[in-house]
Nanobody, 112 residues
């Protein structure tokens, strides 16, 4: 069975930081492109970032560039999203995904 399990979400003040993790099992993790997505209430799901299978190529979307970074540890089957300078509009459920296989998400709430 393929499983993706996110963790690390929580409540943080504007300007603060969080580090999200996604632990993956049931696949050869090092063969897969990985992605982070997010969805806020009343909004469509959007791509946050993507990383190549070896971790050498990364992409972070739009306004999150310079604030968020994606990384992976293939020896531990783990994916990460470092989130800095957080804004209220970053409040969302964050999901990791590969090949249309999804975790259940971890909630990030940015509020003063």
């Amino acid at each position: 069975e393929v499983q993706l399990v996110e963790s690390g979400g929580g409540l943080v003040q504007p300007g603060g930081s969080l580090r999200l993790s996604c632990t993956v099992s049931g696949i050869n993790f090092g063969d897969y492109v990985m992605r982070w997505h997010r969805q806020a209430p009343g909004k469509e799901r959007e791509l946050v970032a993507t990383i190549s299978s070896a971790g050498t190529g990364t992409y972070v979307v739009g306004s999150m560039k310079g604030r968020f970074s994606i990384s992976r540890d293939n020896a531990r089957n783990m994916l990460f999203l470092q989130m800095n300078s957080l804004r209220s509009e970053d409040t969302a459920m964050y999901f990791c995904e590969t090949s249309n296989i999804w975790g259940h998400g971890t909630q990030v709430t940015v509020s003063s």
